[in-house]
């Protein structure tokens, strides 16, 4: 198998070791099924603010996102871009069946990406039912998460808006650690208060009013512009508009 300028062939993570394991695409395969996903599979890296994939490039691969977080974004005609999404360990990047991609994709952080060759991704697929139930069962929280984001844009106040974003990533690090969401968690914040302001549909000056009226009340804790605590979980997500069940990620 040949190494393009972009794999990483000194990356050597073992499957079983992996941090998003439980979580990702391969959650369900068995041993003999992750053996032959080794096969096609390779690691690419990519550096902050770098572009992984532009909006009608070809897509030779399908990928987990291991570590770091990275934007979604559509331009419109007329140069402007919206920010549609995030992906965050364990999220799935691209779409087998599909040979351009439909979104830019950019590295927010530093990112490291475990790619699997989208043909015989898409093979493997056919034959793996554990492969193809758990991309369904992903594509599907993926589509709940989505009409939850309807509603935090078009109902949600600036408040609820900057605590419910608080709370997916808190919860998402929560999932991957394999801890309780409703204990008290600390997280980096994986976005500027730009690109913050940029996804929420708010202004700057707003995003920063708000963060720090969370912090006032306590709801929050901040060690610096983006080392956030979360004493209570609870009262993130009452300020965020939900309830411990709720939210926009499992």
């Known amino acids: 198998m040949s190494i393009t300028k972009d794999e990483v062939p000194s990356v ?119 492969l193809a139930q758990r991309l369904l069962q992903m ?21 609820e808006k900057i605590a419910s974003l608080l709370s997916i990533i808190a919860r998402r690090n929560a999932s991957l650690q394999m801890k309780n969401p409703s204990e008290s968690m600390t997280f980096d914040l994986p976005l500027t208060r730009e690109a913050m302001a940029d996804y929420l549909g708010l202004t700057l000056e707003t995003v920063s009013r708000q963060i720090s009226a969370l912090k006032r009340d306590g709801v929050i804790i901040l060690d610096g512009k983006r080392h956030v605590t979360v004493p209570d979980m609870e009262a993130l997500l009452l300020e965020a508009g939900d309830d411990a069940d709720g939210g926009l990620f499992n």
């Open 139 to 159: 594509t599907l929280d993926e589509l709940d998460a989505a009409r939850e984001w309807m509603l935090l844009l078009g109902r949600k106040t600036a408040r």
């Open 12 to 130: 050597t993570l073992q499957c079983g070791d992996c941090t998003i394991r439980h979580r990702a695409v391969c959650a369900r395969c068995t041993p003999d099924e992750v053996s032959d996903l080794e096969k096609i599979k390779f690691y690419r890296t990519y550096e902050a603010g770098q572009t992984i994939v532009w909006a009608g490039d070809d897509m030779e691969f399908v990928a987990s996102v291991v570590t770091g977080i990275a934007t979604i974004t559509q331009a419109m005609e007329d140069g402007r871009t919206q920010m549609v999404g995030l992906l965050l360990p364990s999220d799935f990047v691209g779409r087998p069946g599909r040979t351009t991609a439909a979104y830019n994709v950019t590295a927010t952080t530093d990112v490291l990406m475990c790619c699997f060759r989208r043909k015989p991704f898409e093979a493997m697929i056919e034959r793996t039912p554990h």
